[in-house]
């Protein structure tokens, strides 16, 4: 810019104004009388008194520059006073946080020098500036809600990890997560902060107090009698844990909430306000008016209808303001003060369409009269102002703040150059701009409205019971504060539904695709962002603040599926062939063509360089790809980047494998092959994603399986693909977390409830105890009534139908993109791991999370569904292209899940026969070598139900105590499958060696568990009985329980086992039967001698009743054994009977005892012991009659007869035994086996289950090649004739 004798010449972009009289001449359409009223109204004086027209000097473009000076001066007076240094204040007129000296302990700041997170244990850091007199305050933006102390402090506070702000004499502090302030002693104080609320600091030197104020309303005086003097002067500071994070406002921006008499610790940029305000008078009065030359007058218009029309007049206006208005947009202070505001009156003045066009209107004339670096400068700091004022503003009941920073923010993202601009380079890279799509939920629901927006309030009331729920019909008053309860709601809901819609719109403008004139198009412009944005997430290495917060993800994850969904059926408007969203999945051939890049998330099969280099063929012949040879050398080293050349700083982007054609762009025959080769991110075009006439784009490499037509655009699947890792990443944690208030309120209801019965029952002469009840009562309720209207918030916010549709839509998404994935191959190992974990993480959210509210049942096509999710898990928890140990646990636990529900049972049974039958053969397989306790599980809850004695859902000594979750899958009433069982049975009898190997590894899983869990007990009865006191460890404690409900488990497997198939223990032309049916017995015994034993080492820890053992007792394992006897010896053939109980007694471990303790007749005294306490309680099957039968309990006591006559017939035939004819390895039973080649002997029971798992002698470790029979007195006849 150049100034010359009153004249000016302009050279911003192309305009060129110059003090030429002839050359202004030219443009003569308006003539100067009409030229000079438009000039004097636009530029007015600022005192806005208008001037007689014959005595104000005619304005022209010669003496405008004169004119406008005169109007922007400001007087030297609030110049000089706005630089001059401020008593009572010494420092930087900048103030900014001191990232050089003046902090404690590791934490990151901001490069704008005013935010902080915390990196360390409790970090401490202080401004630059202090105050020593006056009034003064700054605003801090609370961004996460956990502890900090905020506050002042003297630069003579020493602060170390412990100690804080606050913590130190001269250090005073607000700390709202414990509510309470701090100064070396605390007490409660102010209100609990949450994230986006913004907390004033004050402090009167004059006074000497300090003061706090939270979202604006005042907490009160925290501290008064502050030191002042010589040498004190205090300093913003903050003390904050680690990932604790907040934002300063010192003055550099304007206050959110000021307050009258207090001055900010940075002084306001005044001149430029004043003269910024001016100008934004002239431009406002440009668009409030038109030139019309033809009538020769000033016509007034609506800023809406105002439209820039090449008018010299009306551009060289324009140039001129904008020759001031330009350098001011690019200071941060006047953007906001300014812009903002003037920005934010014109969408709340008037209709959105209306806004909206006056939005675009100065967005166009910024572009056009300001430097492109100046337009983007002031577009940034735009942005930032928008998104922190949306962030850090309180709730109201309208919701209305936040409506109008969304339109705003759909206004200037609805202007395509400036939403390019954005999306390129601010939205995603300098802002957190997932924040617009979040909606905060209220902390303090009185201030944000909800008493008056829902005045009554309701809970449910229940009382769980065992076995059953105790159903209370509702009364007309409850049924009226209900029904008003879910008016208010709906209104709630109604409210969040607006800012829900315009939060889509944002993403339905980022998502756009037609706006390609200028360049690339916003869509694929988004795309990069989103998969820098969810490889943040996804790593997160070292870089822990650029995680997004959950909350933030879960409503970014919804809004960004109404996006999604709405050009999908778009799409299949305009193309019929295409697929309706309904129908959307992701095609397998995204996973192994390298287009779209999952960073190092792990694949089905394992790592993606391990299955380039072992499935190449698979990938040649079935979709036709070839991996670049280059690319297979560099994924053998360990760092990739060594073999490319360095890139440019501003190329330094995530690298993403995308493939691109090494051919010419022609059509491929069957026979060609597509080489790959990586592009970074950013060199993806439109074509590389969407494709060409010859080109696939990201569907390349189609499997034969895969349907030739499109689904739809690329694009879109590539952000489905997006939404399904967001899912995965942090959205299903948090909304499990969000359960936490509804359990809330479950836990007051129930406290209420019993304190109300107390207060029923208590005599009205205590009254000291009625006063007590009462005054918990009042707590209770008031309790309640906040989390009741807390609850609707979070319904309506986070768990509406809406949002249960959405994560359905999306768990049908993960079952098609499975079943897609799976019918391709070995080339499925390529799916990455979280399409299954997502698919079971959805499912579980349904059906935990929604309800009561919302049922998954009434969702459509809920059963079919259900099916093809039982299906999924049923053939891939054993499938061998899986190999990663944590997701194939994920997938056994699923099914374990499913199994234990009614509704996902039966859909179990639907499946296909074939696939049952192959889930059972997987699940019969033997336990050695992979995790088998979820396996037996599954086997049990098959079972649950039918067993003797087991038709309890809680054990009978845990029903007066509470379970910790009533929605745990072994807490769900039995739901046997017969027809699961009776493919077991089958699959059994079918095989020689299926039933051996499977009861084999039961058998010795069984002894394992238990021995395990008596060794334990052994130790903790040892630790009971010391004299000093010592502690058990709570691990231990579990893992004993643990081994005590496994060996239960076990034990149910094996009856189960008996009973349906009882000849593989009975039937002995079986060559493995006596073996096992051995076996078990001598388990039984041990099991049986172990538990029922007076006064012994179980007896003795049960009735400790420790914590963490609380499952141990007589009864489960007890009945669990009873049960197998039973089988075997009332309910099976005369045969097998017979042989049932010779082997039983033949045990050298058998105690008839043990069977007489089940009905509870105790062992008779030893001589010269004690005689048992009268009041000791003895052990009963008699004392379950709500849990055994009559029938069961008649099957005991013929079991008892039974055995009785058996055992005191095989005393009367026993023959004595010389020890040296005894097996010696078991010595109960005589030898009967010899070992060839070694000649060595043993039992045969003995040897034969030895041979189940190894091969060698016991004795010399040779090599057993065959075992025949050994009889003693042929053995004695052959030697002698030999002889």
């Not at 000039?39 to 004119?67: C, G, I, W, Y």
Request: aromatic share 8%; proline share 5%; with cysteine.
């Amino acid at each position: 810019m150049a100034s010359k004798e009153g004249g000016m010449a302009f050279s911003r972009k192309s305009y060129k104004l110059t003090s030429d009289a002839e050359r202004s001449r030219v443009t003569g359409i308006v003539h100067e009388k009409l030229l000079s009223d438009y000039l004097h109204r636009v530029f007015a004086s600022p005192d806005h008194r208008p001037a007689a027209a014959t005595s104000r000097k005619p304005l022209n473009f010669q003496n405008l520059p004169e004119h406008l000076d005169q109007l922007l001066h400001v007087d030297d007076k609030e110049d000089e006073e706005s630089q001059e240094q401020v008593e009572g204040r010494l420092g930087p007129s900048t103030v900014v946080l001191d990232h050089t000296g003046g902090f404690e302990g590791l934490l990151l700041v901001d490069d704008d020098l005013l935010g902080v997170i915390g990196h360390s244990n409790f970090g401490t850091i202080r401004s630059t500036t202090c105050v020593y007199k006056g009034k003064w305050i700054y605003e801090v933006l609370i961004s996460s809600q956990g502890l900090m102390q905020i506050g002042w402090c003297t630069i003579n506070c020493r602060f170390n990890q412990e100690e804080g702000v606050g913590d130190t004499h001269n250090s005073y502090a607000y700390d709202g997560n414990r509510v309470r302030k701090w100064n070396v002693t605390t007490t409660n104080y102010g209100k609990a902060w949450a994230a986006g609320d913004i907390v004033s600091c004050l402090i009167d030197l004059d006074e000497g107090t300090l003061s706090f104020s939270l979202n604006g309303v005042s907490l009160g005086t925290a501290f008064e009698n502050l030191s002042r003097g010589l040498g004190m002067a205090y300093f913003p500071a903050i003390s904050l844990s680690f990932k604790e994070s907040v934002a300063f406002n010192f003055g550099s921006r304007p206050l959110r909430y000021p307050v009258a008499g207090y001055r900010p610790l940075q002084d306001p940029p005044s001149t430029s306000l004043v003269r910024a305000q001016r100008l934004l008078g002239c431009f406002r009065a440009v668009l409030s008016m038109e030139l019309d030359p033809v009538e020769g007058r000033l016509v007034e218009k609506e800023s809406s209808e105002w439209q820039l029309q090449g008018q010299p007049t009306v551009l060289l206006t324009l140039a001129h303001i904008f020759h001031h208005f330009a350098p001011l947009l690019c200071e941060v202070y006047v953007v906001e003060a300014v812009l903002m505001s003037f920005l934010l009156g014109v969408v709340e003045a008037g209709p959105p369409e209306q806004a909206q066009t006056v939005v675009h209107h100065v967005l166009d004339l910024l572009w056009l009269f300001m430097e492109d670096y100046e337009v983007q400068d002031c577009l940034k700091q735009l942005m930032m102002s928008l998104l922190r004022l949306y962030r850090f503003s309180p709730i109201v009941p309208d919701l209305s703040l936040q409506i109008h920073y969304l339109r705003l923010t759909i206004a200037i993202l609805s202007h395509e150059k400036s939403r390019k601009f954005l999306l390129s380079n601010v939205l995603f890279d300098v802002l957190r701009s997932v924040v617009f799509f979040y909606i905060k939920s209220p902390l303090r629901v009185e201030e944000a409205g909800l008493q008056e927006l829902i005045p009554t309030t309701w809970w449910p009331h229940r009382s769980p019971r065992e076995g059953k729920e105790e159903v209370r019909e509702e009364t007309s008053e409850e049924r009226l504060r209900r029904r008003a309860y879910e008016r208010g709601c709906q209104r709630l809901k109604k409210r969040i539904e607006v800012v829900e819609e315009l939060q889509a719109q944002i993403l339905k403008l980022l998502l756009n695709n037609k706006d390609n004139n200028g360049g690339e198009a916003s869509r694929y412009i988004f795309l990069t962002k989103f998969r820098k944005f969810l490889q943040e997430n996804a790593s997160g290495r070292g870089n822990t603040p650029m995680l997004c917060p959950p909350e933030y993800m879960v409503c970014f994850l919804h809004r960004l599926i109404s996006a999604l969904r709405f050009y999908w059926d778009e799409y299949k408007a305009s193309k019929p062939r295409t697929s309706f969203s309904e129908e959307a999945y992701v095609p397998p051939q995204i996973f192994y063509n390298g287009k779209v890049d999952y960073f190092d998330l792990q694949r089905l099969g394992g790592l993606l360089s391990h299955l380039r280099k072992t499935l190449k063929d698979d990938l040649a012949s079935k979709a036709n790809i070839l991996i670049d040879p280059l690319e297979l050398q560099a994924t053998t080293m360990d760092d990739l980047d060594e073999d490319e050349e360095p890139a440019p700083a501003a190329a330094q982007v995530p690298r993403t494998a995308a493939v691109s054609l090494m051919t010419p762009r022609r059509p491929l025959s069957a026979s060609e092959k597509v080489k790959v080769r990586t592009l970074s991110a950013e060199q993806r075009t439109r074509e590389d994603i969407e494709g060409s006439q010859w080109n696939e784009g990201l569907l390349v490499g189609r499997p034969p399986e895969e349907p030739e037509h499109p689904l739809t655009e690329n694009s879109l699947l590539e952000v489905l693909d997006g939404v399904v890792m967001m899912y995965n990443l942090s959205v299903h944690q948090q909304l499990g977390k969000m359960v936490g208030v509804s359990d809330d309120v479950n836990e007051y209801a129930m406290a209420l409830r019993d304190t109300e019965d107390k207060l029923r029952r208590c005599p009205k002469r205590r009254k000291d105890i009625l006063a007590e009840l009462s005054k918990s009562q009042k707590v209770f309720s008031e309790k309640l009534d906040h989390l009741s209207r807390r609850l609707a918030w979070v319904h309506a916010a986070v768990y509406s139908q809406e949002k249960m549709q959405d994560i359905y839509w999306l768990l049908r998404v993960c079952l098609r993109t499975i079943e897609h994935g799976d019918r391709t191959g070995s080339l499925f190992a390529f799916m990455p791991e979280f399409y299954l974990s997502v698919a079971i993480n959805s499912y579980s959210a349904l059906k935990n999370y929604f309800g009561p509210v919302h049922s998954m049942e009434e969702l459509p096509g809920y059963e079919e569904t259900l099916t093809r999710l039982a299906a999924i898990l049923a053939k891939h928890f054993a499938d061998t292209r899986i190999v990663g140990t944590d997701i194939r646990d994920s997938l056994m636990q699923a099914l374990a899940s499913y199994v234990c529900y009614p509704n996902s049972l039966r859909a179990v049974e639907r499946i296909p026969e074939e696939q049952r039958i192959a889930m059972v053969r997987n699940l019969l397989a033997p336990y050695e070598q992979r995790p088998w306790a979820q396996t037996n599980w599954i086997l049990v809850r098959l079972w649950r139900g039918c067993g003797f004695g087991y038709r309890y859902t809680r054990l009978p000594h845990l029903l007066k105590t509470k379970p910790e979750d009533a929605s745990l899958p072994s807490l769900q009433k039995p739901c046997p499958s017969t027809l699961l069982q009776q493919h077991m049975a089958d699959l059994l009898r079918e095989g020689p060696d299926v039933a051996p190997s499977f009861l084999n590894s039961v058998l010795n899983q069984l002894n394992w568990a238990f021995s395990e869990f008596i060794g334990m007990i052994q130790e903790i009865q040892q630790a009971a009985e010391r004299l000093e006191r010592n502690f058990v460890d709570s691990r231990q404690l579990k893992v004993c329980a643990t081994c005590f409900d496994l060996s239960v488990s076990l034990l149910r497997v094996l009856e189960m086992t008996i009973t349906l198939v009882p000849e593989i223990f009975l039937d002995w032309a079986r060559p493995t039967s006596e073996m096992l049916l051995r076996r078990l017995a001598q388990l039984l015994n041990q099991v049986l001698n172990r538990v029922t034993a007076e006064r012994n080492l179980f007896d003795r820890v049960v009735t400790l009743r420790l914590p963490g053992l609380e499952s141990v007792d007589h009864y489960p394992i007890l009945v669990a054994v009873t049960g197998i006897l039973v089988r075997l010896l009332v309910h099976g053939p005369a045969s097998g009977t017979e042989r049932a109980t010779s082997v039983l007694l033949a045990d050298p471990c058998f105690q008839l005892r043990s069977i007489s303790y089940l009905l509870g007749q105790p062992e008779p005294p030893a001589p010269g012991t004690a005689l048992p306490a009268p009041d000791r309680k003895h052990f009963s099957l008699q004392s379950y009659t709500d849990y055994i039968n009559v029938e069961e309990l008649a099957q005991v006591e013929q079991m008892l007869a039974h055995l009785t006559s058996a055992s005191a017939q095989a005393a009367a035939a026993s023959l004595p035994t010389s020890e040296e004819d005894l097996c010696p390895i078991c010595y109960a039973h005589p030898i009967s086996a010899v070992f060839q080649p070694c000649g060595h002997k043993s039992c045969k029971a003995c040897i034969d289950q030895h041979l189940m798992n190894n091969k060698d002698c016991f004795f010399c470790k040779a090599t057993i090649v065959s075992v025949e029979d050994w009889d003693k007195a042929a053995h004695a006849s052959a030697t002698s004739s030999a002889a």
